[in-house]
């Protein structure tokens, strides 16, 4: 310690009230642990003063306020180091003096405390749904955390992208349900008890929706007619965007979320498995003009927010507002974010929600070259990082196929969800769109290879996949919007009546639907991601959109797993298949030929009769071959696999593409099989007996294995 | 915070009282640090400690750290319930053998 005391700058130059302090450091941005005390460093443009408030943790009134002064600041940046400071119990925050000019941009408050945009962590909700005190004068508070985490040799996996099944998950929601008999329920301890499962059924990523700091209560009601309390649930609304959420830590309200959030990565990784966040940076919590100010908005709202003409808020996310993403210091300010994620937390990759947003100019208009996401792909902390698009946004901008990728990011393929869906419940003149999908959509991504789109048939938006089968139309009544919310183009069928029946045909027409949906997912080029729960049928009663809703509709019911255990099974089977088979796992698109002389090539297409495929409006019948010697693109070797899909509610006869001499057909999956099991274990494929008259069952998938 | 610490044949041992936590850790570390020396066996009696902070659990994890340089090992005698769920919770737990008794840890290896 000896020579750090040498330094002069870890010594006090001011006091006031008994505090010690001197000039700061400008870089990084937030509070930083220094010997002897904590460098707070903050940027704003337009403000004319600024002051740091600091409390004890959780009492009323600040302990002291010291004003920056005017030699303190360099640039538009306040820096200050503050001595001797509790930095377990401290929270600070600052407060801004300037301009409150609207028509301008500007809405300085001097009244407000604001939290840090680079707080480590936010005290205010540190236990899930904790009544607030609503009459708090700060109630997001910044607080300080640890940086020291024993990660021991842990590091992101860098899993290839093509090999991953993502597992879209909601933190609260995987173990809140009293029957998931985890001890720490609702929380990242309560995920990492259920990592056995998630081994077993065979995924190696999970995306986790959002996790920045978050505030349950916000817009909040009673729901006009059951009276039941609706909140923020999904938690797309971000407070602050370098925060674990408190409330989703067992540990939270001790201020641990962070070495909680930590370790569960860990495991997760050290089992296999991945770790993706949703991340929006398209929005912030503090809505339009009629919002709260709580950090951004008083800090420097012309920065940090995108405005018309008038200083109103545009609002392409549909929510309020939207981040004025490239402007230059709020783009820092993102990768300043993901490289602390990727760094500090490990995080192996980021899906981006409305992620067209952030190739929008600070005037709303959509770049050619965003600057961000230039900035992102290029950048060498997270060079090694997934990074994934929503390409859409609420303000119509669809970019679904020429989102700016830079050769890396990648998007959530909107159409393949669209197609399956529309294929699977018998539209007319889907084969195309079929072939396309399970090719990796090569019309979509012709230069990018099959890992430009994550494929999916379900997610946290809309249906989950039994409903997708149980309903024609939403029923969002419980949401208490008179069902306005939510989308109405949702392609699903009903199979024959709306939601729960007893007949025993409709409801093995849903379950064998289901295992269509999965199997064509899982044998599609590109990368699978599954929505939790639909490999054990989980229901939301036809709602649509469950974002407010922090109850059954949302947590997981394990009892689903024994109930469907076949369901259960077919999912996990569809699983180790993937895994097991490169041939379905190939990085460039199929070039059509056979460039090896292996007597096929890389993909054949077929119908009823071998070569003969029928892409007409009136074919519902499709089935490709994939070449085992093109496995990886050729780099691998694997068994032949044959698929064949049928979406007419009859049966079809099939020809079988005849196998290399000495070659057999094994059945691994057939889902229209008569007695209920649906697929064989890998290697006790039994050979298919007559491969000039393979029956295909109505509405019906099989997957063969050449070998 | 007051800390007891007994040097036996078989290992360090130190008996906490009170609260672990920013105010404390820094005097617990010293106490600590230096009566391990080149032994390859501690053992922190916890029975008497109400409350570990985040601060806390990284003193009890840069003993473990030393130990850990001379393969030695860490032991933790004492843990209540609410003391080893926080532990869990924040996977410090998993670097340290804990034992419910004295005689149980001096005996283990």
């Known amino acids: 310690m000896a020579e750090y005391d ?82 377990e119990s401290l929270e600070y925050g600052y407060r801004m003096d300037g301009p409150h000019d609207p028509a301008n941009g500007h809405r300085f408050d001097n009244s407000k405390i604001l939290s840090d945009p680079y707080a480590k962590a936010i005290g205010g909700r540190d236990t899930w749904m904790a009544s607030p005190d609503w009459d708090n004068i700060y109630p997001f508070r910044s607080r300080l955390v640890f940086e020291d985490f024993d990660w021991e040799h842990d590091r992101p996996l860098q899993i290839p992208i093509e090999d991953l099944v993502i597992y879209e998950m909601h933190v609260r929601s995987f173990t809140m349900h009293p029957s998931s008999g985890a001890k720490y329920k609702g929380t990242f301890a309560g995920i990492r008890e259920k990592i056995p499962y998630l081994k077993e059924l065979g995924i190696n990523c999970v995306e986790l929706m959002p996790i920045y700091e978050f505030d349950e209560w916000e817009h909040s009601k009673l729901h006009s007619d059951t009276g039941q309390q609706l909140v923020n649930y999904w938690g797309y609304s971000t407070l602050n965007f370098f925060s674990p959420k408190a409330g989703y830590a067992a540990s939270g309200k001790l201020g641990m979320q962070v070495d909680e959030l930590k370790t569960l990565i860990k495991d997760l990784h050290s089992n296999g498995i991945e770790v993706f966040l949703d991340v929006v940076f398209n929005h912030t919590a503090e809505g339009d003009h009629r919002g709260p100010t709580i950090s951004f908005k008083g800090i420097d709202n012309k920065t940090y927010y995108m405005l018309t003409p008038e200083g109103y808020y545009f609002n392409f996310s549909g929510t309020g507002n939207t981040l004025n993403c490239n402007n230059p210091v709020v783009r820092n300010m993102v990768l300043d974010c993901l490289r602390y994620w990727a760094s500090e937390y490990h995080i192996d990759g980021f899906r981006f929600d409305l992620a067209a947003i952030l190739g929008r100019a600070p005037d709303g208009s959509p770049l050619n070259n965003p600057p961000l996401l230039e900035s992102l792909a290029f950048d060498p902390v997270l060079a090694k990082c997934k990074l994934i698009a929503e390409a859409w946004d609420a303000g119509g901008l669809y970019q679904v196929g020429n989102f700016p990728a830079y050769g890396r990011w990648a998007e959530w393929n909107g159409k393949y969800r669209d197609h399956i869906r529309q294929y699977l419940k018998g539209d007319a003149g889907r084969v195309g769109h079929l072939a396309q999908a399970i090719q990796g959509s ?8 099959t890992t430009a789109g994550i494929n999916f048939i379900t997610c946290h938006d809309g249906f989950t996949l039994y409903d997708l089968f149980a309903y024609n139309e939403k029923h969002n009544q419980a949401n208490g919007e008179n069902g306005n919310d939510g989308c109405n183009d949702n392609e699903s069928w009903n199979c024959g009546c709306e939601g729960e029946c007893d007949d025993t045909e409709i409801n093995a027409l849903r379950y064998r639907q289901i295992k269509n949906a999965l199997t064509i997912l899982l044998v599609s080029q590109g990368v699978p991601m599954i929505y939790m729960g639909d490999e054990m049928g989980r229901t939301q009663h036809g709602n649509n959109n469950t974002y407010c809703h922090d109850n059954e509709l949302n947590w997981l019911n394990w009892a689903l797993k024994d109930k469907n255990a076949d369901l259960f099974a077919f999912a996990r089977h569809m699983i180790v298949f993937r895994k097991a088979h490169p041939v379905l796992r190939n990085r460039d698109h199929f070039t059509y030929s056979d460039y090896k002389n292996t007597g096929f090539a890389d993909i054949t297409f077929h119908g009823a009769n071998p070569y003969q495929a029928d892409f007409s409006e009136g074919s519902r019948v499709f089935a490709c071959m994939l070449n085992g010697q093109y496995a990886k693109n050729g780099a691998e070797t694997d068994d032949h696999i044959y698929i064949a899909t049928n979406s007419y509610w009859d049966a079809v006869v099939l020809e079988l593409p005849q196998l290399p001499g000495g070659m057999h057909w094994h059945t691994s999956v057939n889902t229209g099989m008569p007695n209920g099991a649906s697929y064989f274990d890998l290697g006790q494929e039994p050979v298919v007996e007559h491969p000039k008259h393979f029956i295909l069952g109505p509405r019906s998938a099989i997957v063969l294995i050449g070998k | 915070m007051k800390v007891t610490i007994q040097e036996t044949e078989a290992a360090v041992i130190a008996a906490i009282e009170g609260s672990i936590d920013s105010k404390t850790a820094p005097d617990l570390q010293q106490s600590i640090l230096p009566v391990i020396n080149d032994r390859n066996k501690m053992v922190l009696d916890l029975t008497e400690v109400t409350f570990v902070s985040s601060a806390g659990l990284r003193v009890l994890l840069m003993v473990y750290r ?25 996977g410090f737990i998993t670097f340290f053998e804990i034992t419910s008794t004295l005689e149980e840890a001096l005996a283990s290896n």
């Open chain 2, 66 to 90: 030393q130990l850990k340089s001379k393969d030695g090992k860490v032991f933790l005698v004492g843990v209540s319930d609410e003391i080893k769920d926080v532990m869990f919770m924040t």
């Open chain 1, 442 to 449: 090569p019309w979509l991504y012709p230069t990018r290879g």
């Open chain 1, 6 to 87: 040498l330094r002069i700058d870890y010594y006090p130059t001011h006091e006031l009230q008994g505090i010690e302090y001197r000039r700061g450091h400008v870089l990084p941005f937030g509070a930083t642990m220094v010997p002897n005390g904590v460098n707070f460093s903050v940027y704003s443009s337009a403000s004319t003063s600024c002051s740091l408030v600091m409390f004890e943790r959780g009492e009323p009134l600040p302990f002291a306020e010291i004003p920056f002064p005017e030699e303190f600041r360099i640039g538009n940046a306040y820096c200050m180091i503050v001595f001797d400071l509790d930095f």
